[in-house]
């Protein structure tokens, strides 16, 4: 118990605090009905790209962003987000963790709705992934631009985690892969964005890569 403890208390507080967001209303929505459930999980905020583009309810690009479909995908999602995220925020400062995260994974979620629009095979989507895999390419832009230079991080570790993870999910079924790449490239642009800002004049530390 005090190891679990310990381990909550050095997490960075944003991260920390958009988990807790997610298994809290994972909680809520679990005791209310059954997350599975596309239809149940649509009348509370899931992506459908139809109600979005025709009847424009543009919330659901921010609110599916906290739905999971079972504990499994919020476990999986959860997990990766409490270690990555908690290494993005140390590096970027919460702020721009904050627009990172929130801005790679509404912008996976406007490409997913576009490709729905475009084919016409619609589905109810839900889910971090999107803003996970903003974070993971955030990660990799700042150990580009670093040439490596970042404690347990190198190109190569990099590259292989982009690569597996892009793999998952062009070999899993019911993943919008339009979300996870709208959401790692977008994450990997705004991290150069952000990152170019602070040296633009000059070389500085990705120590100083923070608020």
């Excluded at 479909?69 to 999986?76: A, D, E």
């Excluded at 990660?139 to 793999?167: C, F, H």
């Amino acid at each position: 118990m005090q190891e679990a403890i310990d381990f909550l208390k050095n997490r960075q507080p944003v991260n920390l605090a958009l988990v807790l967001v997610n298994i809290i209303v994972f909680l809520v929505l679990s005791f209310m009905g059954d997350t599975e459930n596309g239809y149940f999980m649509l009348l509370h905020g899931a992506d459908y790209a139809p109600y979005v583009v025709e009847y424009g309810q543009y919330y659901r690009l921010v609110t599916c962003m906290f739905l999971h479909f079972g504990i499994q995908h919020l476990f999986n999602n959860m997990l990766v987000l409490i270690f990555l995220g908690d290494d993005l925020e140390r590096l970027a400062g919460k702020l721009r963790f904050l627009l990172i995260y929130f801005g790679g994974g509404i912008v996976g979620n406007i490409v997913s709705v576009a490709y729905d629009m475009r084919t016409g095979e619609y589905s109810v989507s839900a889910g971090a992934s999107g803003a996970v895999f903003a974070v993971i390419g955030a990660l990799a832009a700042v150990v580009l631009l670093n040439r490596g230079k970042i404690p347990a991080y190198t190109r190569k570790r990099m590259l292989l985690m982009v690569s597996l993870s892009v793999l998952q999910g062009l070999t899993a079924s019911g993943v919008d892969n339009c979300a996870h790449i709208g959401g790692l490239v977008s994450g990997f642009l705004l991290a150069m964005l952000f990152h170019r800002k602070l040296t633009f004049e000059a070389r500085i530390p990705v120590e100083d890569f923070r608020d």
